[in-house]
């Protein structure tokens, strides 16, 4: 059943909370707008363990990128695609499965459970991998691709190193544990399926990133940046030219929900 109610506090509440993120320079116009549409439909159609999980993903993860941001400012003007001002299509490919999941449940409310293993497991990932990359760039180790575990600059999409996963872990249990002490009933089998699909998710993402997430070639080496400062475009030595880091974000948590499901069903 649709609940009107729910629907206008999610509305409310994304949009102060947005709106303060955009303040803070957390959010661009077309983020705050993002926040909107994944805070209004998490509420609104999931409920508040979903909604309060959604809020502490991205309070979370709004902390960690401030976290010794001088550190990281070079990566975020030569490596990184985009810095830590998120826009709309961040904030869709960060809680845009985690929304369709819960526009799903009213439709199916037999399914319920089914959809909390889903949404766990898709926040989880989100969770996992955006902790690994605020808290991996900082490790003082050489980060090494996953693929071949040769040493890389910091930054390099598919990089993973021991401090980045170990934020991995810690940040898809803390989404598991979160949502699963924010239910009516607290259910200790989400935080497991949390974990798990959250780091295998995270993992994917990684993957992706070492093979088929587009790269390309400038003046600094290997960039996720398409165009220079001067609007010129760079040229594309690596991966999909469609599958930019937003896509390959959607992309895994897809797999992290997959994962979290097989699980609550095993």
Avoid at 21 to 30: E, T, V
Avoid at 179 to 193: C, G, Y
């Amino acid at each position: 059943m649709i609940d009107t109610t729910r629907i206008l506090l999610g509305l409310v509440i994304s949009s102060g909370i947005g709106a303060l993120a955009y303040r803070r320079g957390s959010l661009s116009k077309s983020g705050w707008l993002g926040a909107i549409i994944t805070g209004t439909t998490t509420f609104g159609f999931g409920g508040w363990a979903h909604g309060i999980t959604l809020v502490a993903f991205f309070v979370s993860s709004t902390l960690l990128s401030r976290w010794r941001k001088r550190h990281k400012q070079h990566l975020e003007h030569t490596v990184f695609e985009k810095g830590s001002q998120r826009d709309i299509w961040q904030a869709l490919a960060n809680g845009g499965v985690g929304s369709a999941i819960c526009l799903c449940m009213p439709i199916f409310p037999d399914a319920v459970d089914l959809f909390n293993a889903l949404y766990v497991g898709a926040m989880a990932t989100v969770a996992a991998d955006t902790w690994a990359t605020e808290l991996g760039v900082l490790s003082r180790n050489q980060p090494r691709l996953i693929t071949t575990f040769a040493s890389v600059a910091r930054g390099t999409s598919g990089a993973i190193s021991g401090v980045g996963t170990l934020a991995t872990a810690a940040g898809a249990l803390a989404m598991g544990v979160v949502f699963s002490v924010s239910l009516p009933v607290s259910m200790p089998i989400l935080i497991v399926a949390g974990s798990i699909g959250g780091l295998i998710g995270s993992l994917s993402d990684s993957l992706m990133g070492a093979t088929v997430q587009r790269l390309f070639a400038t003046a600094h080496g290997p960039s996720e940046r398409r165009f220079a400062a001067d609007g010129s475009e760079h040229t594309l030595i690596r991966g999909w030219m469609w599958l930019n880091n937003d896509m390959v974000n959607f992309l895994s948590s897809l797999c992290g929900a997959g994962v979290a499901l097989l699980i609550w069903l095993v």
